[in-house]
Each structure stands twice: as structure tokens, then as C-alpha cells.
């Protein structure tokens, strides 16, 4: 099977850019909402969440599950779906940690964006493999 795709629009990995430089030198979190056809996820918008986890928030996410639920009624009524998770990576490079592997559903994106003071870097996107494994997922506009 090939590399699934992720269709996330310039102007929403742009939106996601913005909220991580300015969560700096904190963690920014948030849902992607759209659909899943085959093995593309077209990402329609992004909304963002609060990070819960204060005492960790330079290295930690926790999405605030009343803005998953808002949000994933808010999609429904649309016909839509929560497709998957953006998080931010202060200071680190932009691939999944042991901890956000542990906390990550099949089936689902998990976009990261790393971040420095002088602003968001690469974005790139994954999704659970065979075994638990991360994979990387092609990212087109």
C-alpha cells in the first residue's frame, strides 16, 4: 500500500502555523475536520483546542474534550468528521514522540508543526501503521 494523503489547504496550514508561533514555547493544540476517501483525508477546517496540560505544556498536549465534542458535533451536522489531531513541537523537530504514540488513534491524522522563536518550521503528517508504528503521510495543498 502507498503513503495515504493528507489534503490540508495553504490557507489552513498557515491558520495552524499562526496559533503554534504564537503558543511558543508552548504546545498548541486542535482538530482537523473534513472526510476520509480511500486513502486520502481532505482536511476542510481546523479549529483549535486548549492544551489541559499546564504543568506540561512545553512538551505535553492534552485537547480539552469539550472542544472535541463541540467540535465533532459541529462536523456531524455537516456531514463531516473529526479526521485527526494538530499539535505543535516547541523547539523540537516535527515527528511523533513516544508519548503522542502511545495517545494516538487508528484511522486518524496527527499533524505536528514544529516551532521555534523565530516562528513555525515544517509541518508534516502521520497516521498509525501496522504494529502501532507511526507512518508518514504525504502532505499536498
Do not use: K
Request: net charge neutral; proline share 6%.
Amino acid at each position: 500500500m502507498g503513503m495515504s494523503v493528507l489534503r490540508l489547504p495553504g490557507h489552513l496550514r498557515a491558520r495552524i502555523a499562526a496559533w503554534a508561533a504564537r503558543a511558543h514555547p508552548e504546545e498548541a493544540c486542535g482538530l482537523l475536520v473534513g472526510r476520509q476517501a480511500g486513502g486520502c483525508t481532505e482536511v476542510v477546517r481546523v479549529v483549535r483546542a486548549a492544551n489541559l496540560d499546564r504543568a506540561r505544556a512545553r512538551d505535553r498536549y492534552e485537547l480539552d474534550p469539550e472542544d472535541f465534542l463541540r467540535t465533532d458535533a459541529e462536523a456531524r451536522a455537516e456531514g463531516l468528521a473529526v479526521v485527526g489531531v494538530w499539535h505543535s513541537h516547541p523547539d523540537h523537530p516535527a515527528r511523533p514522540s513516544e508519548t503522542d504514540r502511545a495517545r494516538a488513534w487508528p484511522g486518524w491524522s496527527y499533524v505536528i508543526v514544529a516551532v521555534t522563536a523565530a516562528g513555525a518550521g515544517e509541518l508534516r503528517s502521520w497516521r498509525l501503521g501496522a504494529g502501532r508504528a507511526f507512518e508518514e503521510e504525504e502532505v499536498r495543498p
